[in-house]
């Protein structure tokens, strides 16, 4: 299968895990950066997980039904389960994350959407243009 052309990328960078966090999404069309957010202590599936939701929130907010794609499994897991499973614990450094992720969890509680969340796939079509570039 060949990747969708008009799609909108999310991806995030961790330094360490966990680590200073961030994510952002760009339009795979123009390669235009769209949203970024961070650093935020975290971890990367968690950056991930709220990438898919800010594109969710953003796209909706655009009246917009632009599929997303991710690299992350567990991202598109946890968003399709709406719920993060991350097994990060809540601490001080933390907090100001898991109130994040409680707020994306509600978020994907109480609104629907009809956007295709995807898996990009790095093996054929090479890093996800909202890929950081710090492997």
């Known amino acids: 299968m060949n990747e969708i052309k008009e799609a909108l990328c999310v991806d995030a ?17 123009s390669g235009k950066e ?14 991930e997980f709220l990438a898919i939701v800010h594109a969710l929130a953003l796209l909706q907010q655009k009246n917009s039904n632009l599929p997303i794609y991710s690299d992350s499994r567990n991202a598109l897991l946890w968003g399709k389960q709406k719920k ?9 450094r933390t907090e100001e994350l898991f109130r994040l992720i409680e707020r994306a ?30 492997k």
């Open 34 to 47: 769209v949203f970024r957010f961070g650093p935020i202590q975290g971890t990367n599936n968690i950056g």
């Open 105 to 134: 969890e509600h978020w994907l509680q109480t609104h629907k959407y009809t956007n295709r969340l995807m898996k990009w796939e790095t093996a054929q079509w090479g890093e996800i243009p909202a890929d950081f570039g710090r």
């Open 13 to 29: 960078a961790c330094s360490g895990n966990p680590g200073p966090m961030e994510y952002r999404g760009v339009h795979l069309p």
């Open 84 to 92: 993060c499973k991350t097994k990060l614990p809540r601490d001080a």
